[in-house]
């Protein structure tokens, strides 16, 4: 029994499944504390061990260090596509807190450190609960065993067929705009309204009287519409294994 290949085989796969789990940014499995992100990658990576095949074993031997930091770059560019529409539902939540009059409240994210957007938060976890009932998880898990297939350990990063970046997260920020952009829009509509009472009747302290109102109808207007939230998200998610498939073409 060959040891040392089947460490060199666990460490590449492990590398290129790394950036789904120890990034601390926006992703599926972001939320889930550290020590249960390490055994599941623990455990994907021992699964994909068994379905994988690593080719030009002695290659791959020869220059370990290079072939493993070739794997993280090709997970670093995989994580990237996925962790976007996350990205995208809390950039527009922020917008939308600012619009609101939420701007100066927030959520503070133990994993990242950070203060994030109140409704912002909401929709990402609510985007995730649909990312797993609506079985994404599995359909991601799938996506990086055909990773494997698509663009075998070993075969070099820059064989990869990326997209324009730019391109691609303004697809993903359009795309992610139409959660919020009913709200926005009637939000603009009440604060240009706000600026011609505050213009007419310049003895009112506009602000402290209409904050309470503009929150209100903010709260009443995105119950209203997050009901068709969902088929935006779950446009999001396809949009993801469509530009994976089009990295692998």
Known sequence: MNISFYVAEFSLIGARLLPFFISSGHGPFQRLPAMVRIVVLIILTLICCFLVQVPNSEVVKNYMLLSILNEFAVG??????VQLPFVAIGFWGRVLDMQIGFGAAGVVDPANKSQEPLLGTIFVLAALAIFYLSGMH????????????????????????????????????????????????????????????????????????????KIAIGLFLLSIFSVYSEPVLTRLFKLVFFYWDSVFA
Do not use: H
């Not at 670093?76 to 596509?81: G, I, K, N, R, T």
């Open 76 to 81: 670093v560019a995989l994580f990237f596509l």
């Open 138 to 213: 599995i359909t991601l898990i799938k996506g990086i065993l055909f990773s494997f297939e698509r663009f075998p350990i070993g075969t070099e990063f820059y064989r990869l067929n990326l997209p324009n970046m730019a391109s691609v997260m303004t697809v993903f920020l359009s795309v992610g705009m139409l959660v919020y952009i009913p709200v926005i829009l009637l939000m603009w509509c009440l604060d240009l309204f706000m600026g011609f009472v505050s213009r007419t009747m310049p003895q009112m302290n506009i602000y402290f009287v209409m904050l309470p109102l």
